[in-house]
T-cell receptor, first 115, second 111 residues
């Protein structure tokens, strides 16, 4: 199956700093990638849809200036959490749509802890 | 917002038993998918059933879909300890390829 690589797997940062998370499709081209946030023992909440070469589409309630998404190529999307605060601490997961676009392939997630 | 709910929220069974998880959703869908998540990891796609299908099998997995009741079930037969994970249903909407995830069921298989 298709492989999506997400880095870093874990990051600890100080409040006020910015953190960049990368999501790469390794063996396929992903015109669309999705970014999710997950709190412990809860479901995935879609944050935004990232389209290659265009602006991301953010879900209601997600601050686009805080969660910057860049999808500059068909294999890479990045999520930057700007001026991180402790309440941004969470598990962030990216996914990419394969050929046909129905099934999603997920990265292994990034655990962000903001001190 | 989340599409629907899953029940049970948690399920604990003995190895060899069958596990059944249910999912309900609210809007019309194109397809419904089940994913598995091991603790602290990403999700793995298990099976996809289209809105015009009623049942689908894949190995030890059996999925049913009832669009009139807006519900689906996932049956794992002859469970193994390695099946311990969280299971999520996700609905593919009629337009676009966005998926909306249910709340998930935490399955624990005891050996």
């Amino acid at each position: 199956g298709a492989v999506v690589s997400q880095h870093p797997s874990r990051v600890i940062c100080k409040s006020g700093t910015s953190v960049k998370i990368e999501c790469r499709s390794l063996d396929f081209q992903a015109t669309t990638m999705f970014w999710y946030r997950q709190f412990p023992k809860q479901s995935l909440m879609l944050m935004a849809t990232s389209n290659e070469g265009s602006k991301a589409t953010y879900e209601q309630g997600v601050e686009k200036d805080k969660f910057l998404i860049n999808h500059a190529s068909l294999t890479l999307s990045t999520l930057t959490v700007t001026s991180a605060h402790p309440e941004d601490s969470s598990f962030y997961i990216c996914s990419a749509a394969g050929t046909g676009g129905e099934k999603l392939f997920f990265g292994s997630g990034t655990q962000l802890s903001v001190l | 917002s989340q599409q629907g709910e899953e029940d049970p929220q948690a399920l604990s069974i003995q190895e060899g038993e069958n596990a059944t998880m249910n999912c309900s959703y609210k809007t019309s869908i194109n397809n419904l998918q089940w994913y598995r998540q091991n603790s602290g990891r990403g999700l793995v796609h298990l099976i996809l059933i289209r809105s015009n299908e009623r049942e689908k099998h894949s190995g030890r997995l059996r999925v049913t879909l009832d669009t009139s009741k807006k519900s689906s079930s996932l049956l794992i037969t002859a469970s193994r300890a390695a099946d311990t994970a969280s299971y999520f249903c996700a609905t593919g909407l009629l337009y676009g390829n966005k998926l909306v995830f249910g709340a998930g069921t935490i399955l624990r298989v005891k050996s």
